[in-house]
């Protein structure tokens, strides 16, 4: 199954961790608003680093969604996965096994981001158990 949409994100800078040496780590808190056939709100955590002034940067996140997804009511976490290098940028979002509930229990599938001039777009590709 298939659903798809936008939504609107904020991130929020957080306290960097002075305890980790080397390569400064960025934290952020993300707030996103999805709308189309994923109606509700995500809260998640961003850990990034490189230079994307440079166009070489990575991060990871986890973000958890609660809402409805074609009107059925749950919530379930995404895991973000991103790389920036010379070759572009590549990006995997996967629903986290094992983290949905109510109606969106046993969802799988993973998801596709794209961002046209700071519009951003959902592709979600899914499967749920009693779905058919």
Do not use: C, W
């Not at 609660?66 to 995404?78: I, P, Q, V």
């Not at 596709?112 to 592709?123: C, L, P, R, V, W």
């Amino acid at each position: 199954m298939q659903a798809s949409g936008h939504f609107h994100v904020k991130t929020l800078p957080l306290a960097s961790d002075e305890s980790i040496s080397g390569t400064p780590i960025g934290r952020f808190a993300l707030d996103k608003q999805f709308h189309g056939d994923l109606e509700g709100t995500s809260k998640g955590l961003m850990l990034g680093a490189g230079d994307p002034a440079k166009g070489q940067a990575g991060y990871v996140a986890i973000e958890h969604f609660t809402g409805t997804l074609h009107g059925r009511s749950g919530s379930f976490a995404l895991q973000h996965s991103g790389i920036m290098d010379r070759n572009g940028f590549q990006l995997t979002v996967t629903v986290v096994p094992g983290s949905a509930t109510g109606e969106l229990a046993g969802i799988a599938g993973a998801m596709e981001i794209k961002n046209d001039a700071g519009q951003h777009t959902y592709t979600l590709e899914y499967t749920l158990p009693d779905a058919g």
